[in-house]
């Protein structure tokens, strides 16, 4: 077996599609097909079943992944290892713009202080897309909110973070029932439901919702007195410089979960992320 068939067997596993894999690949669907076929025909049994949606592991399959994630992951820390100025250790962190703003890079910068030798890179996005990317290995961990029915990935680390209502200072708490609601275009996003959720218990009955992209656009459009939101404490006490915004600390906290891909061997970079999230 060569380590470039198992990449690309690799890939169809996780992407469970051999037109995704290639196309994430930047090869032709044929040439996929074709060292799937070489491999199958090289260990003598299926790798994967076809069917509508693309195709699935056989019990062999599963085993001959488990094994490819284990000889990717070993050779990477061997380099590492071995010449650690051209092969340093590498660390991929998702979480949404509201997680990232504030609190992931406090975390990346103490850990950094004690493991220099390691490139981190955050990629921010959705839930759902940052669940994706779990799953298909993009992320080697990433801070999610809520449920999730990915069985192939586990909670490491918790914590909980407090929440803040901000409104535009000329209005009154009291008077919000008249305020504009503004959240993020993610309907999945927890600070939107939870938004929602305020407005519903304080008889703000068919509110006007104003949605938004960015972080940096909600916070601004309360600046401007357009209407209220809800943030992370973290983010909201960060930008407290905006004088003509107000900040109300709620009883409610949220759960941010660090979630893995479950797997038996994982990069000791990350096992070494874990354990300063669990000591912090």
Request: net charge neutral; proline share 2%; glycine share 4%.
């Amino acid at each position: 077996m060569e380590s470039h068939d198992l990449w690309i067997f690799k890939h169809v596993a996780e992407f469970q599609s051999i037109s995704k894999a290639a196309e994430k690949l930047g090869y032709v669907q044929p040439n996929v097909s074709q060292r799937i076929k070489n491999l199958e025909e090289e260990l003598g049994v299926r790798l994967f079943m076809r069917n509508n949606r693309g195709v699935s592991l056989t019990e062999e399959g599963n085993i001959l992944l488990e094994y490819t994630k284990q000889i990717f992951l070993l050779m990477n820390e061997s380099k590492s290892l071995i010449n650690p100025k051209k092969w340093r250790s590498s660390l991929t962190i998702g979480a949404s713009q509201t997680i990232s703003a504030v609190k992931i890079p406090q975390l990346i910068s103490s850990f950094l202080n004690v493991h220099k030798n390691v490139d981190i890179k955050i990629r921010t996005n959705d839930k759902q897309r940052l669940l994706e990317m779990l799953s298909y290995g993009e992320l080697d961990g990433g801070f999610i909110t809520g449920t999730h029915n990915y069985s192939q990935l586990e909670t490491v680390y918790s914590y909980f973070e407090k929440i803040v209502l901000i409104s535009p200072k000329q209005s009154q708490i009291e008077n919000q029932h008249k305020q504009m609601l503004i959240v993020n275009s993610d309907t999945n996003c927890i600070y939107r439901k939870k938004l929602l959720d305020f407005s519903s218990k304080n008889n703000i009955h068919d509110p006007v919702i104003m949605e938004f992209d960015s972080l940096e656009s909600i916070l601004q459009a309360v600046h401007d007195g357009l209407g209220i939101s809800i943030l992370p404490a973290d983010v909201a006490y960060s930008r407290r410089e905006k004088k003509s915004v107000q900040f109300q600390e709620l009883d409610e906290t949220i759960k941010i979960d660090f979630v893995i891909q479950h797997r038996n061997q994982q990069p000791q970079m990350l096992k070494k992320f874990i354990r300063f999230l669990q000591e912090v």
